[in-house]
């Protein structure tokens, strides 16, 4: 435009001049009419800002497991659910029922997990009360979560899925060990982090990088609900080479879900991407996939919580959305440890089983039923609190168990996986 008009004589600009208000006028009907055209193109329905409808606190239990403690229904006592994007809906346990006197509709349908498939009855029309939120119209199938009350030492009542979580925006803060709940609508997340655009049918499902023998990207369950960093499948593992020429071998351990217990091995990945953050020398669980969880090619595994709850997480279901946000857990060590022994609460003690042979558990003595006193100078019969002692890589740890009436101190050397 300044080209155009630089050279001009006199009685041109003159004109020019006279009719400029007349032009200017012109210009500025023809730049309204213009705008609104164009915002009546563009015209977009903007919901209402997202709004804080409830606070609630967790506890985090061993591999970054989340409890949270709420009321069903008009029943008084507060009850213990597992906070869990791996599952497709929300749950209860068939114990939990039976104290409650509730009673389960038997259905045609069934679950799957890595340890099996199940039928299911259902609790329909049922509502889950938070501070100061209650969530009705809730349906609510039932299954039998002995194995995990048994694992962490606490009543599991249920789990809370996909069947809450896609109600709501739902932030999960490990800084605070608090879960913020949010009505849908416009939400401004903070700075810091990076937004992911998962796909989710009922599940989410993240794209990551993994790297060892080789590189390979691959699609994983974004699972809270599981404990530990990543589960790789044994299919995935064979078909990607990843590794193939891995110095030390895969351990034998054992895995309690769905289902039950379950063989699989663990060893380590030397990275793992996900968006922009990598990790190095994760803990990875290999396991055969007979239930067919993952759909082999189209996913490889899952992550696990004891690699996400290193993130502060948003999760807005409703716009497709996973916010990560590095937290104060984000360097946290990965526990390596490895023991072969499995200790569970039953009958108020703890007891050892299955116990994998040639581990330093089997080394160290240890059989099926022995109750455990005491893990070091720790007498408090906390199933948690053991466990972590049994963490301590490279040192002998002192066990005192009880077997036959005899009290028995047995010494078990930790070793590492990695």
Not at 107 to 120: E, L, P, W
Not at 229 to 238: E, G, H, Q, R
Not at 276 to 303: M, R
Request: aromatic share 12%; hydrophobic share 40%; glycine share 8%.
């Amino acid at each position: 435009m300044l080209n155009a008009i630089t050279a001009k004589p006199k009685a041109q600009w003159r004109t020019l001049f006279l009719a400029q208000p007349i032009l200017t006028a012109i210009l500025f009907f023809s730049v309204m009419l213009f705008s609104r055209s164009v915002a009546n193109g563009q015209e977009e329905f903007v919901p209402p800002p997202a709004r804080l409808l409830s606070v609630l606190p967790f506890r985090l239990l061993n591999g970054g497991i989340v409890l949270v403690k709420c009321t069903l229904g008009n029943y008084k006592d507060s009850l213990n659910f597992i906070f869990d994007t791996g599952s497709g809906g929300i749950s209860l346990d068939s114990l939990t029922c039976e104290k409650l006197r509730i009673v389960p509709v038997p259905s045609d349908k069934t679950i799957r997990g890595i340890a099996g498939i199940r039928n299911v009855s259902f609790v329909y029309n049922e509502s889950l009360r938070l501070p100061s939120l209650e969530v009705d119209s809730l349906n609510f199938h039932v299954n039998d979560y002995g194995i995990l009350t048994s694992v962490y030492g606490e009543d599991i009542d249920g789990i809370i899925g996909y069947s809450f979580l896609s109600r709501y925006i739902v932030t999960l803060d490990y800084d605070s060990n608090k879960i913020y709940v949010y009505s849908r609508g416009s939400f401004k997340y903070p700075k810091g982090g990076f937004l992911t655009r998962p796909y989710i049918v009922n599940l989410p499902v993240e794209t990551a990088r993994v790297r060892d023998n080789n590189t390979v990207s691959a699609r994983f369950y974004f699972d809270t609900g599981a404990g530990l960093c990543l589960l790789l499948s044994s299919d995935f593992v064979s078909d990607s080479a990843l590794l193939r020429n891995k110095k030390r071998k895969p351990v034998e351990t054992l895995a309690q879900g769905l289902g039950g217990k379950t063989i699989m091995k663990q060893t380590t990945v030397r990275d793992f991407r996900l968006g922009p953050y990598k990790f190095h020398n994760v803990p990875s669980y290999i396991f055969d996939d007979e239930y067919n969880i993952t759909s082999y090619p189209s996913l490889a595994g899952l992550i696990g919580n004891d690699l996400l709850r290193r993130f502060n997480v948003i999760l807005n279901y409703g716009r497709r959305e996973i916010y990560l946000m590095p937290n104060s857990h984000f360097r946290d060590l990965f526990d390596y440890s490895y023991t072969g022994l499995n200790i569970y609460w039953v009958d108020g003690e703890i007891r050892a089983s299955d116990i994998i042979k040639g581990s330093p558990a089997d080394l160290a003595g240890f059989k099926t039923g022995d109750i455990i006193i005491g893990v070091e100078n720790n007498f408090t019969k906390n199933i948690q609190a053991y466990k972590n002692l049994l963490q301590n890589v490279g040192k002998k740890v002192s066990v005192v168990i009880r077997r036959d009436n005899d009290l028995l101190v047995l010494k078990l050397k930790v070793e590492t996986i990695n």
